[in-house]
């Protein structure tokens, strides 16, 4: 397509915009309702995998090393953990740690100084591994169980296979909403922009009669497509990014028993990730949307 093409394709797409104005408003406003009600789920789907992965951090499984074993085997054994990509962090407790940490949380004073400096756990020195991916749980089990000088491995397959299951149960529900607000946006853009361009038909058939390509009527209609596009990605976006940690805030006041214990998603974090996947999407509902529906008209008039 030549330079001049490509400038008289904006120039037209900008004044269908300004001519339309009605139905470029219905558009727009069709793809920021979808987007925005997509930034909404957004949200709280990204914030509740944050705090299910910020869980998943505090499951972990405790090393226990074979009676006798010297400093060096054991420091071996912690590096060689720390290799693991699913391990987050390892942490040595040892054996006189162990046993302060029992006589402060199951025995009173009087029976804890009757043992004076014996020490009943003195071969509960150990690493506390916490993971990265829960769902790792078991291969990390297997490695660890394997390494000399490891006499046991405690963990729990319960709580790994329950944020497992629950982590993809909220994949699918994430997918299913998604792929029903697409399928709704691209329906309703769809439908706008066929009664803009049902408007315009005397104008497309007047351009096929005097020989006009249908990629050069078709051009002006894309590029409207796409203008729309990135404004009603942009609304949405202006809207969300003032509403965020406003809404956090309320949440956490409102729901302060709840959501004391859990982290929300910075503003900059979840908008680095929330603002390419708007544009991209707005664009390409804009794009096909146009693309589509003139197409089709285009064939109508040749079928004529």
């Not at 987007?35 to 299910?52: D, E, P, R, S, T």
């Not at 963990?155 to 497992?164: E, L």
């Not at 693309?291 to 008039?301: E, N």
Request: hydrophobic share 45%; glycine share 8%.
């Amino acid at each position: 397509m030549r330079i001049s093409t490509i400038g008289y394709s904006m120039k037209q797409g900008f004044k269908n915009i300004r001519r339309n104005r009605m139905f470029s408003a219905a558009s727009i406003g069709t793809i920021a309702a979808c987007l925005f009600l997509f930034g909404i789920f957004y949200f709280v789907v990204a914030n509740f995998q944050y705090m299910v992965k910020t869980a998943e951090t505090s499951v972990g499984v405790t090393v226990f090393f074979d009676k006798g074993i010297g400093q060096e085997q054991i420091d071996k054994i912690g590096e060689e953990i720390k290799t693991r990509a699913e391990v987050a962090s390892v942490t040595f407790v040892s054996a006189e740690q162990t046993w302060e940490n029992y006589k402060e949380k199951y025995l009173n004073k009087e029976l804890a100084e009757s043992f004076g400096d014996d020490n009943p756990l003195k071969d509960s020195a150990s690493y506390s591994v916490r993971l990265n991916d829960v769902s790792m749980q078991k291969s990390l089990v297997t490695y660890i169980e394997r390494l000399d000088g490891v006499r046991q491995v405690n963990h729990s397959d319960t709580i790994a296979n329950t944020f497992k299951s629950f982590n993809a149960l909220v994949g699918y529900i994430s997918g299913a909403i998604i792929i029903i607000l697409f399928a709704v946006a691209i329906f309703l853009i769809n439908t706008t922009v066929t009664m803009g361009i049902a408007v315009r038909k005397e104008e497309i058939a007047i351009m096929k009669l005097i020989g006009a390509k249908d990629s050069f009527i078709r051009a002006p209609f894309i590029v409207e497509g796409v203008i729309i596009g990135i404004l009603g990605s942009v609304i949405p976006l202006g809207l969300l990014y003032f509403m965020y940690n406003r809404l956090i805030d309320y949440i956490s006041g409102k729901y302060n028993n709840i959501f004391r214990s859990f982290r929300f998603i910075e503003l900059n974090g979840i908008f680095k990730t929330l603002v390419p996947m708007c544009l991209i999407l707005g664009v390409g509902i804009g794009f096909f949307g146009s693309y589509l529906t003139v197409r089709r008209q285009l064939k109508l008039k040749e079928g004529k």
